[in-house]
T-cell receptor
Framework: RKEVEQDPGPFNVPEGATVAFNCTYSNSASQSFFWYRQDCRKEPKLLMSVYSSGNEDGRFTAQLNRASQYISLLIRDSKLSDSATYLCVVNKRSNYQLIWGAGTKLIIKP | ETGVTQSPTHLIKTRGQQVTLRCSSQSGHNTVSWYQQALGQGPQFIFQYYREEENGRGNFPPRFSGLQFPNYSSELNVNALELDDSALYLC????????????????FGEGSRLTVL
């Protein structure tokens, strides 16, 4: 079993719709959680950190469920520019070794 | 732009050869990590450098080695290239207090795409 698992997709979603995807992690001692976005053939960029209380940044909402060991990302009112691969990232220990999921591909259609 | 620059952007090597990839970190960042990203996969952690010393390593063989220089720039060296080494190699920089956990935001360069024939 991979340490961080994501549905690879692709998720084909019409513009304006709401889309959500989850990521599960296996190490219960994981401390920090992030969502990164990666455009095709580009480098990953931080989308948002995920806090225990949940957090929102504009149209994006991230949630953490420690009991079930998953994090989620919700995108409301999706835009064409949201088309990308979304990578779930977990900090395994109190150092800087991040464990990355393989990513979920999102395609927003007009 | 993140301020992290990598070179070369693309290169082609043959099996058994050696390659050196270079990374200039963002100004003020003292910690550099290297990742390998195969097609359709997430980045895999290779190693991290803090103050010119390796302070973390992923599951990569010794033929993957690196350096960090006093100006915090870094090199990734891969010896005895294998076909499976074909990937995008990403360098990321950040500022940490002791090479440990930071804010979680890594600033990536655009990567070096290596093809091994």
């Amino acid at each position: 079993r991979k340490e961080v698992e994501q549905d690879p997709g692709p998720f084909n979603v019409p513009e304006g719709a709401t889309v959500a995807f989850n990521c599960t992690y296996s190490n219960s001692a994981s401390q920090s959680f992030f969502w990164y976005r990666q455009d095709c053939r580009k480098e990953p960029k931080l989308l948002m950190s995920v806090y225990s209380s949940g957090n929102e940044d504009g149209r994006f909402t991230a949630q953490l469920n420690r009991a079930s060991q998953y994090i989620s990302l919700l995108i409301r009112d999706s835009k064409l520019s949201d088309s990308a691969t979304y990578l779930c990232v977990v900090n395994k220990r109190s150092n800087y070794q991040l464990i990355w999921g393989a990513g979920t591909k999102l395609i927003i259609k007009p | 732009e993140t301020g992290v620059t990598q070179s070369p952007t693309h290169l082609i090597k043959t099996r058994g050869q050696q390659v050196t990839l270079r990374c200039s970190s963002q100004s003020g960042h003292n910690t550099v990590s290297w990742y390998q990203q195969a097609l359709g996969q997430g980045p895999q952690f290779i190693f991290q450098y803090y103050r010119e010393e390796e302070n973390g390593r992923g599951n990569f063989p010794p033929r993957f080695s690196g350096l960090q220089f006093p100006n915090y720039s870094s090199e990734l060296n891969v010896n005895a290239l294998e076909l499976d080494d074909s990937a995008l190699y990403l360098c990321a920089s950040t500022a940490t207090s002791s090479g440990g956990a930071g804010t979680g935001e890594l600033f990536f360069g655009e990567g070096s795409r290596l093809t091994v024939l």
